[in-house]
């Protein structure tokens, strides 16, 4: 019973997932179009309550204490439920709800009324928090199949459109290829080791075992394939075509949700399997890849970002640039993965709700027939409908980390722990990087508040929808919370970061 | 009894050739085929790596209760399926809109 109390967020959105699929396959009508049905919307209503609950019922477990949930240890190495877990728990319910309510807005307004696409969130979900969860080879790769199922299926959900469907084949088949590459790796420290659980692979690196070639090309191929999920540079083409060719919300939700779950994977390999002194170590160790592949990262996914004339993919490439600074974060995890850690958990966070926001204000932005996808789209918003510029701004501002914005303290921390870790010329590049980013974000508010559309230009017109709004202000809430009060939230992001460090 | 490392050879071909025809061939269907034969290299690992430690490393200390690398591919198996069962499905759409099933002339989205 006690183990049910352990797992209830797994189990609420597990559950949930089930129930919502059962609901739309008898509650619903068939709609006057073969295919469609008439009203989705109580379904976008369960999908997002089933989340926020599975957040609720994480952040309860978090207050109570897990370490004193008899039995809550007893699932290890599977699962391992500590407070690492329970954060990322929260942070992927909150990202899957507000991408829950974005569709609620969006899929009716462009005449994508099919049901499935809640359940399929509810089970990406799952499947990113069972990969947060996982301390053992065989549920990362359950976790992260799931997870990355849902996610091409999402990203191919708009049937009608060739953008929909090549972006999803294109995310298909180097997703498929990073697992399969993740999965060799696993079997070659199987190999190496005799161990399939991360802090037993974590061990025997630390004997003669972990020197070994085997180990050496296992761990190189774990590794390849989680930064293909975290969409590096140079692992990173599928991005940009994934997150333009999907639906929105899907795009918001891999931008958030999958995006983290993905980090989640990286933080428990490196400190559990690869957190011995010699592989943390600068000569012999990750540190200089992953400062290699955050640099790269963020420079190129900069330079191109301002040179894209879709705000959509913009946004898609500085989904890539954001990644590029949690590598920065990553790094530093060499000489004190706890700061690092809690940093990179903060960065999440922030990254999460402001990216979640931005996208959810593009989608506000367009109307059925013309989704707002263009600079030229959204020129004079600011004077034709100046709420939706202000929260668009809003997100801007914080994913371009100026204070008091949430982006700000997320940058300032995992900066703080890279100075700490010694890592100088990659902090002050990082640094140089955000500031040639800003230039991007700014770009869209010169075009809000400065510019006009053509004369006689077709623009999109702003949607108007409750369920948008509600994950707007949700997320704004949440940026000027983490930018204004960040004290509590860094303090829960360091007691998630404690455990995650130590196992 | 076949050396390991005889498997291990196989597996590590196999793993190459899946790799090398992913990278190189331009049609989906080849490339979703490449990556199954990817998947199954690292099946064969891990039951070959199994199967070796059953046999000389840890016969005394689990005496040969440990099953772990052949479970593991029974559910790679099952997690493979779940996947093709979608890469088809996205093969199929892009098909129906395209009458294409070749990655290099699915180029609507560039830059």
């Known amino acids: 019973m006690s183990i049910a109390l352990a797992l209830s967020p797994l189990l609420a959105v597990g559950l949930g997932a089930l ?31 089933t989340l926020f609950a599975g957040g609720a019922f994480a952040g309860c477990v978090w207050m109570y204490g897990v370490e004193r949930i008899p039995g809550a240890a007893s699932l290890a190495p599977w699962l391992i439920l500590d407070p690492f877990t329970l954060f990322f728990d929260v942070l992927l319910c909150l990202g899957g709800a507000i991408a829950a309510l974005l569709a609620g807005g969006y899929m009716p307004e462009h005449g994508l009324e099919r049901g499935e696409f809640y359940a399929l969130i509810l089970f990406t979900t799952f499947g990113a928090m069972v990969l947060a969860a996982a301390g053992d080879a065989l549920t990362l790769f359950l976790g992260l199949e799931t997870m990355s199922i849902g996610a091409y299926a999402m990203t191919a959900f708009r049937r009608a459109s060739a953008r929909s469907a090549e972006g999803a084949l294109k995310y298909f088949l180097l997703g498929s290829f990073a697992a399969a590459i ?122 191109v970002a301002g040179r894209q004339e879709s705000v959509k993919r913009m946004l898609a490439y500085s989904s890539i640039a954001h990644a590029g600074y949690v590598l920065v974060g990553v790094t530093a995890m060499m000489r004190d993965p706890k700061q690092a850690v809690a940093g990179v958990l903060y960065y999440l966070v922030a990254y999460g709700v402001s990216t979640g926001g931005a996208f959810g204000a593009l989608i506000l932005c367009g109307s059925r027939g013309r989704e707002a996808v263009s600079y030229e789209d959204i020129a004079g918003l600011g004077k034709r409908n100046p709420a939706v510029a202000l929260a668009f701004s809003l997100f801007l501002v914080s994913l371009a980390g100026i204070p008091p914005m949430a982006g700000f303290f997320g940058k300032w921390l995992v900066f703080r722990a890279a100075i700490d870790a010694g890592l100088y010329k990659l902090t002050a590049l990082a640094f140089l990087n955000s500031v040639v980013g800003a230039y991007y974000y700014l770009r869209v508010l010169v075009y809000m508040y400065m510019r006009e559309p053509a004369a006689g230009a077709v623009t999109a017109a702003p949607m108007r929808s409750g369920f948008v709004v509600t994950a707007l202000v949700v997320s704004a809430v949440l940026v000027l919370a983490l930018g204004l009060t960040p004290t509590s939230y860094i303090d829960a992001a360091m007691s998630a970061a404690g455990v995650g460090a130590s196992g | 009894m076949i050396p390991l490392e005889y498997y291990v050879a196989l597996s590590a071909l196999l793993f190459v050739i899946g790799g090398v025809g992913f990278l190189v061939r331009r049609n989906a269907l080849v490339a979703l085929m490449s990556i199954e034969v990817m998947l199954n290299a690292a099946n064969l690992a891990l039951v070959a790596f199994n199967r070796w430690r059953f046999e000389h490393v840890d016969a005394r200390a689990y005496a040969g209760q440990d099953h772990t690398g052949q479970v593991f591919a029974f559910f790679v198996i099952a997690a493979e399926a779940a996947e093709v069962a979608v890469g088809l499905a996205i093969v199929l759409s892009l098909y129906r809109l395209r009458r294409t099933v070749r990655t290099d002339e699915a180029d609507l989205l560039k830059n």
Do not use: C
Not at chain 1, 22 to 31: D, H, M, N, P, R
Not at chain 1, 220 to 226: C, D, E, H, K, Y
């Open chain 1, 19 to 49: 129930l919502l699929m059962l609901v739309e396959a008898i509650g619903t009508k068939a709609g006057p179009v073969p295919g469609t049905f008439r009203d989705v919307r109580g379904l976008a209503v369960g999908a997002a309550s």
């Open chain 1, 182 to 303: 993740l999965l060799y790796g696993f079997a070659l420290l199987y190999g190496a080791t005799g161990h399939t659980d991360l802090a037993g692979i974590g061990s025997a690196a630390r004997q003669a075992a972990g020197r070994s070639p085997l180990f050496i090309l296992g761990a190189a191929f774990v590794l390849v394939g989680i930064v293909f999920k975290v969409s590096a540079v140079p692992f990173h083409a599928w991005t940009p075509d994934a997150y333009e060719g999907a639906p929105t919300p899907a795009t918001a939700y891999m931008a958030v949700a999958v995006k983290a779950g993905a980090f989640a994977m990286l933080l428990r390999v490196l400190t559990l399997s690869l957190g011995s002194p010699a592989w943390t170590s600068w000569a012999s160790g990750w540190p200089p890849v992953m400062a290699t592949l955050a640099l790269l990262t963020m420079t190129y996914a900069n330079l």
